[in-house]
């Protein structure tokens, strides 16, 4: 164990039970330094709870407030001159993600925007992508996707005349199955290749964990001839994405979950180089997509000019003061890099689900349904819990876990790269398997 002097180098045969090993790996870990830089939510005794919901609301980066001070110590200095003259003007503050938000999910500078909320930008990037005509009308979307996707899909079936029930199609995981198979998601694309309009995934699935590759079935959705989009609301911030080369055409994510922006954060979008400068795509316009250097002429050039890029899909003049936490959060991520988050990640998790085989003798009374293989999910693992869901999770919860439950018997358990320490993936092991002595 003592020769382990890199995560890099740490394979499943390392892995040892014992707490001087978790230790070890967090002595050895060069992001330790990350956790500092957050504010991990106290138990009622005073010591840091073992924090493994990232997946839902990430933890506030302590640099957040002192940011968010500066905005509004400008505001009031400067009233409407901080538009111009704030330390970060108003006017282009959406500018200081060009470069951050595209390395955050492999894209190039221009191709993303961070606006709205995550559903929001669905819909606009609707509006613009799905566009049926003759036979090609269909949009394929996961089966149990989640809610806020499937009410925007719907929607946009029903404002072109189109019956959901008809024009829906669900890719479904095998009978007796948890997760869906990359191969059967081509087949069932290819053979509705002539009447699909548009495939909308999630990178990884809310639910189960799943991570899709996200590569070959865009590849297969434009071997169809339809448009791929993808909701990363659980990706962005967990995987390391390639959105430029992986030819995505459009992409939305929120980023209170693994991006660590505060609740209702600001969302970021995606829209492919190849489309934006295309100012014939229908858009729901305003005045903030419009080219800068006529967005001041008003009402003297009513006609909408699309700014290029993903800027060219904003509606309103950004919320200052709820992008500020973004500026904080997007720093960290850009400290360190995706690749350097997920080289911990697929450890960190490796090892928690690891220990929950090792640990915890379950024999029928919950299962892991996450996919086993790294590549196939991101740092989060979904336990289905077979026996008692509410208590057990209920009695998770009292011993200082805090972890998600999901409707009727999922609990969710997502160690973080950013802040999440090898001890906590110990620590949450060892309540787990005093959960399952008492049963
Ligand atoms: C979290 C999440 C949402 C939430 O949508 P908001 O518009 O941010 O409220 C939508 N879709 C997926 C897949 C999510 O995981």
Known sequence: MTTLTALGDVTARDFSLDESFARHLDSIDELRHLRGAFAIPPTERGDDSIYLCGN??????????????????????????????????????????????????????????????????????MVSFFRPSGRRTKILIEDSAFPSDTYAVKTHLATHGLDWRKHLLLAKPRPGEHTLRTDDVVELIATHADELALVLFGGVH???????????????????????????????????????????????WCSYKYLNSGPGAIAGTFVHERHGGDATLPRYAGWWGNDPSTRFQMQ??????????????????????????????????????????????????????????????HAGAWEVITPSDAESRGCQLSILLHDRPRDRFRAL???????????????????????????????????????????
């Open 56 to 125: 839902s609301l990430g933890l506030m980066p302590k640099r957040t407030r002192e940011l968010m001070t500066q905005e509004l110590e400008d505001w009031a200095r400067l009233g409407v001159e901080g538009h111009l003259h704030a330390k970060t003007p108003w006017y282009s503050y959406h500018e200081a993600f060009r470069e951050t938000g595209a390395r955050l999910v492999g894209a190039r500078p221009g191709e993303v925007v961070m606006m709205n909320s995550l559903t929001v930008n669905l819909h606009l990037m």
């Open 206 to 252: 809310f639910l189960s964990g799943q991570a899709l590759d996200i590569e070959r079935i865009t590849k297969a959705t434009h071997a169809a001839g339809a448009r791929a989009g993808w909701d990363l609301a659980h990706a962005a911030g967990n995987l390391e994405l390639k959105l430029h080369d992986w030819n995505v055409d459009f992409a939305c």
């Open 300 to 361: 003297l050039i009513p006609d909408f000019v699309p700014r290029a890029g993903a800027d060219g899909w904003q509606v309103s003049n950004p919320p200052i003061m709820a992008m500020v936490p973004l500026r904080a959060s997007l720093e960290l991520f850009d400290s360190v890099g995706m690749p350097a988050l997920r080289r911990k990640s697929r450890v960190l998790t490796g090892y928690l689900a690891w220990l929950l085989r090792e640990l915890v003798p």
């Open 397 to 439: 919860t009292e011993r200082g876990v805090i972890c998600d439950f999901r409707e009727p018997n999922v609990i969710r358990i997502a160690p973080t790269p950013m802040y999440n320490t090898f001890l906590d993936v110990h620590r949450f092991a060892h309540v787990m398997a005093t959960l399952s002595d008492r049963s």
